[in-house]
């Protein structure tokens, strides 16, 4: 069983380029996910000098392990908003989801791009009477708004289901191949993509901004924070007002029935087909706040017994993490008042591939300073109501959560017998070893000084406050962290 993503696995990268000296430009995109490149191809024809730069390579992101489905039906979503906001608001935000799945589809045909891209009926069913009502509420909302939306009453695939809705205009695709299309697109179109060159900070300037890397500057006129989690932003209080969640999925080979299927509500089960060379079902469970009490180990064993149980045999498994936000909503946009300078696209509560592209398409008319009704919609500057107080709660609860558990208890399950602790020349590190070597790190993330959880799976060092994580050795592969953590004498 191969312990990562199936769309990284599948698809190699090639023609990468690191910055190496000091560059101007008028835009600046950090991070090379789907907001940032969707954002650069809406900017390749325009005059501006634009730049992108991802601390890895395209696509080893969050973009690279989703599950790859484009659809606007989203578990139960359009309900909570209209509970949060009004119908109205819903009403907008389905607009905005079914207009990122035609610039999606548009930009694939136009481009000609081949990632499997497959019109497949989406499923969102429930197993409980409770959430019926609820479900069928969905139904009515989106019937509103003028979606075409089944109800079934029987089992649809594998899954054991009471009720569910179903829309039949929805996509699945390749996530990596698309993105490294559009990384080869813009590039033939003269704009610059610099890989492996990470952001290690970024400083306000009188005429914008600069960015610091390992081994140049780059100064810009704009900045996009495309990075998932922009940690550059402490005064925006994004761990209020938003959490991580992660979860669980494996691929495994098997000729399924060619739908993309998700649960009502927690606990999230998901499942959809993908054909290639090879067909696969891609299955997705144990979906929790950062810090829930079971190991990574117990998590991938769930998930994988998950699997079993719809007689599917993984052939692949791995972890990833979205941004939740408080009110079902993704930030895109401005940050600060006045200043158009500084924009971000983040928060896409697990459906980011039509919330990427929005960003995309959003956060590129704002720099073109052309208008969009979904602009006020997705700010970050909206006005959070009251009913949303509960969860900006529920955020710093549970990040001190993380940050206090491990602290205090450095509970063995998350410390396999292969990881000791001690005192080294004075600092406290951690040393994992594999049997033929030592591996030395400080055991705590330099994002917010929490103590890091050790993954036996996938052998990575995780942070169960904000979902930064590093290899081995230390060396960081997934912000907010931009440090590594390796030890140095
Ligand atoms: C398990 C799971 C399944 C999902 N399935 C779906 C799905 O089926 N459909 C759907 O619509 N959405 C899905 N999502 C959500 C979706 O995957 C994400 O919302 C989306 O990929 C986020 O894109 P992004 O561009 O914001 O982030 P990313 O893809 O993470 O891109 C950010 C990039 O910034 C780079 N970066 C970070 N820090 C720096 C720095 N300091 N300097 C330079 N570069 C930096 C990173 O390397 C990264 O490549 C899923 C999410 C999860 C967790």
């Known amino acids: 069983m191969k312990k990562e993503s199936l769309w990284l696995d599948l698809e190699k990268e090639q023609d990468i380029e690191t910055l190496k000296q000091d560059i101007e430009v008028d835009v600046l995109i950090i991070g090379g996910g789907i907001t940032g490149l969707t954002t650069l191809y809406y900017l390749k024809d325009s005059h501006f000098n634009v730049c992108l730069v991802d601390q890895d390579l395209i696509g080893h992101g969050v973009s690279g392990k989703t599950t790859g489905k484009i659809t606007y039906l989203q578990e139960t979503v359009y309900y909570d908003i209209s509970k949060k906001y009004?119908?109205?608001?819903?009403?907008?935000?389905?607009?905005?989801?079914?207009?990122?799945?035609?610039?999606?589809?548009?930009?694939?045909?136009?481009?000609?791009?081949?990632?499997?891209?497959?019109?497949?009926?989406?499923?969102?069913?429930?197993?409980?009477?409770?959430?019926?009502?609820?479900?069928?509420?969905?139904?009515?909302?989106?019937?509103?708004?003028?979606?075409?939306?089944?109800?079934?009453?029987?089992?649809?695939?594998?899954?054991?289901?009471?009720?569910?809705?179903?829309?039949?205009?929805?996509?699945?695709?390749?996530?990596?191949k698309y993105l490294r299309a559009l990384k080869r697109i813009c590039k033939l179109e003269g704009k610059k993509v610099y890989e492996r060159t990470r952001i290690l900070g970024l400083l306000k300037e009188k005429n914008g901004y600069v960015a610091k890397t390992k081994d140049a500057h780059i100064r810009a006129k704009k900045v996009v924070l495309a990075c998932h989690y922009p940690f550059f932003l402490l005064p925006y209080f994004l761990p209020l007002k938003a959490n991580i969640e992660k979860s669980y999925v494996t691929a495994s080979l098997s000729k399924f029935k060619p739908i993309s299927m998700i649960t009502a509500s927690k606990p999230t089960q998901s499942i959809?087909?993908?054909?290639?060379?090879?067909?696969?079902?891609?299955?997705?469970?144990?979906?929790?706040?950062?810090?829930?009490?079971?190991?990574?180990?117990?998590?991938?064993?769930?998930?994988?017994?998950?699997?079993?149980?719809?007689?599917?045999?993984?052939?692949?498994?791995?972890?990833?993490?979205?941004?939740?936000?408080?009110?079902?909503?993704?930030?895109?946009?401005?940050?600060?008042?006045?200043?158009?300078?500084?924009?971000?696209?983040?928060?896409?509560?697990?459906?980011?591939?039509?919330?990427?592209?929005?960003?995309?398409?959003?956060?590129?008319?704002?720099?073109?300073?052309?208008?969009?009704?979904?602009?006020?919609?997705?700010?970050?500057?909206?006005?959070?109501?009251?009913?949303?107080?509960?969860?900006?709660?529920?955020?710093?609860?549970?990040?001190?959560?993380?940050?206090?558990?491990?602290?205090?208890?450095?509970?063995?399950?998350?410390?396999?017998?292969?990881?000791?602790?001690?005192?080294?020349?004075?600092?406290?590190?951690?040393?994992?070893?594999?049997?033929?070597?030592?591996?030395?790190?400080?055991?705590?993330?330099?994002?917010?000084?929490?103590?890091?959880?050790?993954?036996?799976?996938?052998?990575?060092?995780?942070?169960p406050c904000h979902a930064s994580r590093f290899d081995i050795d230390g060396n960081c592969i997934k912000g907010p962290s931009c440090y590594s953590i390796t030890y140095r004498k």
């Open 86 to 176: 009004s119908v109205s608001v819903a009403k907008q935000y389905f607009q905005s989801q079914k207009k990122a799945i035609e610039a999606i589809t548009n930009i694939i045909e136009k481009e000609r791009i081949s990632c499997d891209l497959e019109n497949v009926t989406s499923y969102v069913f429930t197993n409980t009477n409770e959430e019926i009502s609820k479900v069928k509420m969905e139904r009515k909302i989106l019937k509103s708004f003028g979606a075409v939306i089944e109800e079934h009453h029987k089992p649809i695939g594998k899954f054991q289901n009471l009720y569910a809705i179903s829309a039949s205009d929805t996509y699945v695709f390749h996530p990596v």
């Open 272 to 463: 959809r087909y993908h054909k290639a060379e090879e067909e696969y079902a891609i299955y997705l469970s144990n979906s929790s706040n950062l810090c829930n009490q079971l190991s990574d180990e117990e998590n991938f064993n769930e998930v994988i017994d998950g699997a079993h149980k719809l007689s599917l045999q993984p052939c692949y498994i791995w972890k990833n993490d979205d941004l939740m936000t408080v009110d079902s909503m993704p930030y895109i946009g401005e940050i600060e008042k006045n200043n158009p300078n500084l924009l971000m696209g983040t928060g896409y509560n697990t459906w980011g591939m039509t919330n990427g592209t929005l960003a995309g398409i959003l956060l590129s008319d704002m720099i073109l300073e052309r208008e969009n009704e979904f602009i006020p919609l997705c700010s970050p500057k909206r006005v959070l109501r009251l009913k949303h107080i509960g969860s900006l709660v529920g955020n710093v609860a549970s990040s001190a959560k993380g940050y206090i558990q491990n602290k205090i208890s450095k509970n063995k399950k998350w410390y396999p017998k292969a990881v000791h602790f001690q005192k080294l020349n004075g600092k406290n590190v951690a040393i994992y070893d594999d049997g033929e070597e030592r591996h030395i790190v400080y055991n705590k993330c330099p994002h917010m000084g929490c103590s890091l959880i050790f993954n036996e799976v996938e052998k990575t060092w995780d942070c």
